[in-house]
């Protein structure tokens, strides 16, 4: 793991004047200087526009984003790289999941399901196309450990529900779901099945044929890749079913001043020039991932997260919020009486960066009484060093505060 440290250049940083210990992989991962080289050559020589040039550097530009989307297909294992879909991240593909799949599909009286511990990316889109057409959505209940309560999920299930649409891994528990079982007690009742890997991709092998998922989304720059950038995976037929939502260039059949017909998918979800350095690089990162032993890496983001958790235990009035034995490299705390912005800023003065609030996960929030946590979460460039430094910062923070 060491050699892997030495290829992210950011965390050789001082931030306040302490080495930095960087424990927000969660919201997002550091960068490895080989997608930063991708990046950088791109803008330096290669820029061009793709799809559409007649000359050496569009050729070049296009060539390198189509195979960027055939390393995603290789990396999930799609069937085709058609099925690939690339977006602005996780938000945008599920946004469009609603709009294009949704409204084609939906009517008024069927029922969706989503879970207590989804991210408000996998919520609000699907609110604000309740809004309207008449849909109920219905959410699984998550058990006091931070799992996904599986016996009330299967209560949940009818021929109304159209949709079921949950995270692989909780951003804020760090629960890793058995996201398969619920993929076949979804089909059961013919409902489809989309499933939020923002945060599995980077620890897990993703395979949606294994899964059987109908769709699956993911962000570029949680797993060591550039922003604005990410991908939602879609079955190719239901995806050629789905109307666009944007229109512009480089998604069209034809048009004439009476309408428009669309190319297939990827390209009719494709309008406008697009993230052409973020794909490119999203392909590099998607290769450093490859080079990954994942095995490794989840062995050693799961001892992170055990040392951290014991540690944590020793503090007086220290609740953890989740203990599910499947998660990874997610840990979330509240202290009694202890504001978590407080802890958050006493960290940051220690060159300690975690992540506090509600994590855009209200309703799990509520469920367990508590309106924030102070959350870490790590990379593949943590180390056992990070951990101690985070609990000795903490102690600091305890002092300060108590
Ligand atoms: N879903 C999960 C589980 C997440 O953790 C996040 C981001 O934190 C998102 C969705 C949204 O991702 P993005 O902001 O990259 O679109």
């Given at each position: 793991?060491?050699?892997?440290?030495?290829?992210?250049?950011?965390?050789?940083?001082?931030?306040?004047?302490?080495?930095?210990?960087?424990?927000?992989?969660?919201?997002?991962?550091?960068?490895?200087?080989?997608?930063?080289?991708?990046?950088?050559?791109?803008?330096?020589?290669?820029?061009?526009?793709?799809?559409?040039?007649?000359?050496?550097?569009?050729?070049?530009?296009?060539?390198?984003?189509?195979?960027?989307?055939?390393?995603?297909?290789?990396?999930i294992n799609a069937?085709?790289?058609?099925?690939?879909?690339?977006?602005?991240?996780?938000?945008?593909?599920?946004?469009?999941?609603?709009?294009?799949?949704?409204?084609?599909?939906?009517?008024?009286?069927?029922?969706?399901?989503?879970?207590?511990?989804?991210?408000?990316?996998?919520?609000?889109?699907?609110?604000?196309?309740?809004?309207?057409?008449?849909?109920?959505?219905?959410?699984?209940?998550?058990?006091?450990?931070?799992?996904?309560?599986?016996?009330?999920?299967?209560?949940?299930?009818?021929?109304?529900?159209?949709?079921?649409?949950?995270?692989?891994?909780?951003?804020?528990?760090?629960?890793?779901?058995?996201?398969?079982?619920?993929?076949?007690?979804?089909?059961?009742?013919?409902?489809?099945?989309?499933?939020?890997?923002?945060?599995?991709?980077?620890?897990?092998?993703?395979?949606v044929q294994?899964l059987?998922c109908?769709?699956l989304?993911?962000?570029?720059?949680?797993?060591?890749?550039?922003?604005?950038?990410?991908?939602?995976y879609?079955?190719?037929?239901?995806?050629?079913?789905?109307?666009?939502?944007?229109?512009?260039?480089?998604?069209?059949?034809?048009?004439?001043?009476?309408?428009?017909?669309?190319?297939?998918?990827?390209?009719?979800?494709?309008?406008?020039?697009?993230?052409?350095?973020?794909?490119?690089?999203?392909?590099?990162?998607?290769?450093?991932?490859?080079?990954?032993?994942?095995?490794?890496?989840?062995?050693?983001?799961?001892?992170?997260?055990?040392?951290?958790?014991?540690?944590?235990?020793?503090?007086?009035?220290?609740?953890?919020?989740?203990?599910?034995?499947?998660?990874?490299?997610?840990?979330?705390?509240?202290?009694?009486?202890?504001?978590?912005?407080?802890?958050?800023?006493?960290?940051?003065?220690?060159?300690?960066?975690?992540?506090?609030?509600?994590?855009?996960?209200?309703?799990?929030?509520?469920?367990?009484?508590?309106?924030?946590?102070?959350?870490?979460?790590?990379?593949?460039?943590?180390?056992?060093?990070?951990?101690?430094?985070?609990?000795?910062?903490?102690?600091?923070?305890?002092?300060?505060?108590?």
């Open positions: 793991m060491k050699d892997l440290r030495a290829q992210f250049p950011a965390v050789h940083q001082k931030v306040n004047g302490s080495p930095l210990v960087y424990l927000d992989s969660a919201a997002t991962s550091l960068k490895p200087q080989k997608v930063i080289d991708v990046l950088t050559e791109f803008y330096s020589r290669e820029t061009a526009n793709v799809h559409r040039g007649a000359h050496f550097l569009s050729d070049r530009a296009t060539q390198k984003f189509e195979k960027a989307r055939e390393s995603i297909q290789k990396f069937e085709s790289p058609n099925e690939i879909v690339f977006t602005k991240g996780t938000t945008e593909g599920l946004n469009l999941l609603a709009q294009c799949w949704g409204r084609r599909f939906l009517r008024a009286g069927d029922e969706i399901i989503l879970s207590e511990m989804e991210h408000h990316s996998n919520i609000v889109p699907w609110q604000m196309l309740a809004e309207e057409i008449k849909i109920k959505i219905n959410f699984i209940k998550v058990t006091d450990s931070g799992e996904l309560d599986f016996a009330h999920f299967q209560t949940l299930l009818s021929e109304r529900v159209k949709l079921v649409s949950i995270t692989h891994c909780s951003n804020t528990l760090g629960t890793l779901n058995d996201v398969k079982k619920f993929i076949f007690e979804a089909q059961r009742f013919g409902a489809k099945t989309v499933i939020d890997a923002a945060q599995s991709v980077t620890f897990q092998k993703i395979d294994y059987d109908d769709f989304v993911f962000s570029g720059h949680k797993l060591y890749g550039p922003y604005g950038v990410g991908v939602l879609g079955r190719e037929e239901i995806l050629n079913q789905m109307p666009p939502y944007q229109g512009g260039g480089a998604m069209i059949a034809q048009v004439t001043k009476d309408g428009t017909t669309y190319l297939n998918a990827p390209q009719r979800f494709e309008a406008g020039t697009p993230n052409i350095s973020g794909v490119i690089g999203l392909g590099a990162a998607v290769e450093f991932s490859n080079s990954l032993n994942l095995t490794k890496v989840l062995a050693h983001e799961r001892e992170l997260l055990e040392r951290a958790t014991e540690q944590l235990k020793s503090f007086s009035d220290v609740r953890i919020i989740g203990e599910s034995p499947s998660r990874v490299n997610i840990l979330s705390f509240v202290i009694a009486g202890q504001h978590p912005a407080d802890i958050g800023q006493i960290l940051d003065q220690q060159g300690v960066a975690v992540r506090v609030g509600h994590h855009c996960n209200q309703p799990l929030m509520k469920r367990f009484g508590i309106a924030g946590t102070v959350r870490i979460s790590f990379g593949v460039y943590n180390t056992v060093e990070d951990v101690d430094i985070l609990i000795r910062a903490l102690k600091k923070a305890q002092e300060l505060l108590s």
